[in-house]
């Protein structure tokens, strides 16, 4: 990363397409990235109001991103003498019992359930406590913080989403995970591959068009921003039922997300991803425009990078913000 002790990341080639559908017309300069300056910019797309980061990292960059850079960015804020009193902090488990209320209900007795991205595994842990007839199943990179939150619950890990079998899931989540995709539209298409038909899907993201004021909330780990018009095109675009998708129901921690429930059709049928109208496009503009970039933003960034040069990966650092 720039400004770091680490190597510069470096930046793919840029073909100027939109990562959600991508568009090269119509693609607009918003401003560059500034929490860790990476050399990418905030672009908006024209056709389908995606909001996104581009150039891509090189896939060796973006592989050593995640092993060795990405927790830098979020470093706890205040040293914790224990690990209980960390998560309690951040709030990990009332967080997963609060996704948990709206998803247990609508899983059948022995449901097999993936999450995608889970962390420490605190919602695994939640659900094996809550039900424990459900069968989990989990993909997350990070060996060494997975099962920390995870309890007594009992998950097979898998790899990745290649080495889940057809049809082979009754549900999957994925909370604040298709912000870090490279290609977003296409893990949906996944889930049309790994769902049984009539399966259903949970995925949490921040909204783009939430109350955000400072262009430090875009940062390199989230390569697209979304609005619900946008998220809900993409699942329908991709052969999915979109049963609600909007403000997170939850509300408190969770009320600036997005928060959608899909479903998987017994015919599902994928088809081009629908243009977002005038109207849209123009809304999308005028949030990105209203952030600024003011001295107290600058002087924000410039203890963050000195932070980020002095300090060694630290073993828990904020993950995510789930």
Same mark, same amino acid.
């Given at each position: 990363?720039?400004?770091?002790?680490?190597?510069?990341?470096?930046?793919?080639?840029?073909?100027?397409?939109?990562?959600?559908?991508?568009?090269?017309?119509?693609?607009?300069?918003?401003?560059?990235?500034?929490?860790?300056?990476?050399?990418?910019?905030?672009?908006?797309?024209?056709?389908?109001?995606?909001?996104?980061?581009?150039?891509?990292?090189?896939?060796?960059?973006?592989?050593?991103?995640?092993?060795?850079?990405?927790?830098?960015?979020?470093?706890?804020?205040?040293?914790?003498?224990?690990?209980?009193?960390?998560?309690?902090?951040?709030?990990?488990?009332?967080?997963?019992?609060? =996704? /948990?209320?709206? @998803?247990? #209900?609508? !899983?059948?007795?022995? *449901? &097999? %359930? $993936?999450?995608?991205?889970?962390?420490?595994?605190?919602?695994?842990?939640?659900?094996?406590?809550?039900?424990?007839?459900? =069968? /989990?199943?989990? @993909?997350? #990179?990070? !060996?060494?913080?997975? *099962? &920390? %939150? $995870?309890?007594?619950?009992?998950?097979?890990?898998?790899?990745?989403?290649?080495?889940?079998?057809?049809?082979?899931?009754?549900?999957?989540?994925?909370?604040?995970?298709?912000?870090?995709?490279?290609?977003?539209?296409?893990?949906?298409?996944?889930?049309?591959?790994?769902?049984?038909?009539?399966?259903?899907?949970?995925?949490?993201?921040?909204?783009?068009?939430?109350?955000?004021?400072?262009?430090?909330?875009?940062?390199?780990?989230?390569?697209?921003?979304?609005?619900?018009?946008?998220?809900?095109?993409?699942?329908?675009?991709?052969?999915?039922?979109?049963?609600?998708?909007?403000?997170?129901?939850?509300?408190?921690?969770?009320?600036?997300?997005?928060?959608?429930?899909?479903?998987?059709?017994?015919?599902?049928?994928?088809?081009?991803?629908?243009?977002?109208?005038?109207?849209?496009?123009?809304?999308?503009?005028?949030?990105?425009?209203?952030?600024?970039?003011?001295?107290?933003?600058?002087?924000?960034?410039?203890?963050?990078?000195?932070?980020?040069?002095?300090?060694?990966?630290?073993?828990?650092?904020?993950?995510?913000?789930?």
């Amino acid at each position: 990363m720039a400004r770091t002790a680490h190597a510069p990341m470096e930046l793919a080639a840029d073909d100027g397409a939109c990562r959600c559908c991508g568009a090269t017309a119509r693609q607009r300069a918003v401003w560059t990235e500034v929490y860790a300056d990476t050399g990418q910019e905030l672009r908006r797309c024209g056709h389908c109001a995606a909001a996104y980061l581009a150039p891509d990292f090189s896939e060796e960059a973006l592989a050593r991103f995640y092993t060795h850079d990405y927790r830098r960015l979020f470093p706890a804020e205040s040293p914790w003498r224990s690990e209980a009193r960390f998560f309690a902090w951040r709030g990990d488990r009332p967080i997963a019992q609060r =996704r /948990l209320q709206w @998803i247990a #209900p609508q !899983l059948a007795t022995g *449901a &097999r %359930l $993936l999450e995608m991205g889970s962390g420490f595994g605190a919602f695994l842990g939640v659900a094996a406590a809550a039900r424990p007839d459900l =069968r /989990l199943y989990a @993909i997350e #990179p990070d !060996l060494e913080n997975r *099962a &920390r %939150l $995870l309890a007594a619950a009992r998950v097979a890990f898998v790899p990745d989403l290649q080495a889940v079998a057809d049809a082979s899931v009754d549900a999957v989540v994925a909370f604040h995970v298709l912000e870090h995709l490279p290609d977003p539209r296409g893990f949906l298409q996944t889930l049309v591959r790994i769902l049984a038909p009539g399966g259903r899907a949970w995925i949490e993201v921040p909204d783009v068009m939430s109350d955000w004021r400072s262009r430090n909330y875009v940062q390199p780990a989230h390569l697209s921003y979304f609005s619900a018009a946008l998220l809900q095109r993409l699942a329908l675009s991709a052969g999915l039922e979109v049963r609600t998708c909007g403000t997170h129901p939850a509300g408190g921690v969770l009320a600036e997300n997005l928060w959608m429930d899909v479903r998987r059709p017994a015919q599902a049928c994928a088809r081009p991803l629908a243009a977002a109208g005038v109207e849209e496009v123009c809304l999308l503009d005028a949030r990105l425009d209203s952030v600024g970039w003011g001295m107290r933003d600058r002087l924000r960034r410039g203890g963050r990078a000195h932070d980020l040069e002095r300090q060694e990966p630290h073993r828990l650092g904020r993950l995510r913000h789930h």
